[in-house]
T-cell receptor, first 112, second 113 residues
Framework: EPEVTQTPSHQVTQMGQEVILRCVPI?????FYWYRQILGQKVEFLVS????????KSEIFDDQFSVERPDGSNFTLKIRSTKLEDSAMYFC??????????FGPGTRLTVL | GQQLNQSPQSMFIQEGEDVSMNCTSS?????WLWYKQDPGEGPVLLIA?????ELTSNGRLTAQFGITRKDSFLNISASIPSDVGIYFC?????????????FGKGTSLLVTP
């Protein structure tokens, strides 16, 4: 069964450093998403991406965040200058048109 | 985003018991989804509901999309230890360019043998 994959599974970084989280969505999906989950809290929407552009973003997704689909398979989330409060699980998800979203296993980001 | 109220916050039950949890929203959704999350993993889709009033089953799981489109419930029958985890409801309004899922805060389920 096709699945969303994410790398790395755990990323530790120093405050102020840039990080790139990577995702490989399900191959025939057209819509891509990033969510985050702070420890013990609910999953929060960050951004959706369709047709090579951002289609929707939340208040959390400020200028420090960016997304990119550099080739036909990868979908990345970049945080330019990490803050302590960026520590969370980051989930990538993908969907077909009008379809439900399937989530990856997540990347645990720890900012020291 | 819209606020989803999920209850109960946690449940501690014995194996074999039935479980019920629900989710309400102040806004209308056109899709309700139920996900399960195990520790350190991503949410896994359990049931998707697309029509108001729809009742859908997936094995021991049953979920319903409320008539008002502002609520949903999930029932688990004859619980087993592997049902342990956090259950999230999520709703959305579908847009042509995709959609943002709004998640509830989750129901933590513990099952004792």
């Amino acid at each position: 069964e096709p699945e969303v994959t994410q790398t790395p599974s755990h990323q530790v970084t120093q405050m102020g450093q840039e990080v790139i989280l990577r995702c490989v969505p399900i191959s025939n999906h057209l819509y891509f998403y990033w969510y985050r989950q702070i420890l013990g809290q609910k999953v929060e929407f960050l951004v959706s991406f369709y047709n090579n552009e951002i289609s929707e973003k939340s208040e959390i997704f400020d200028d420090q965040f960016s997304v990119e689909r550099p080739d036909g398979s990868n979908f990345t989330l970049k945080i330019r200058s990490t803050k302590l409060e960026d520590s969370a699980m980051y989930f990538c998800a993908s969907s077909g048109w009008g379809d439900t979203q399937y989530f990856g296993p997540g990347t645990r980001l720890t900012v020291l | 985003g819209q606020q989803l109220n999920q209850s109960p916050q946690s449940m501690f039950i014995q194996e074999g018991e039935d479980v019920s949890m629900n989710c309400t929203s102040s806004s209308i959704f056109n899709t309700w989804l139920w996900y399960k999350q195990d520790p350190g993993e991503g949410p896994v889709l359990l049931i998707a509901l697309y029509k108001a009033g729809e009742l859908t089953s997936n094995g021991r799981l049953t979920a319903q999309f409320g008539i008002t489109r502002k609520d949903s419930f999930l029932n688990i029958s004859a619980s087993i230890p592997s049902d342990v985890g956090i259950y999230f409801c999520a709703g959305h309004l579908w847009l042509n360019s995709g959609y943002a899922l709004n998640f509830g805060k989750g129901t933590s389920l513990l099952v004792t043998p």
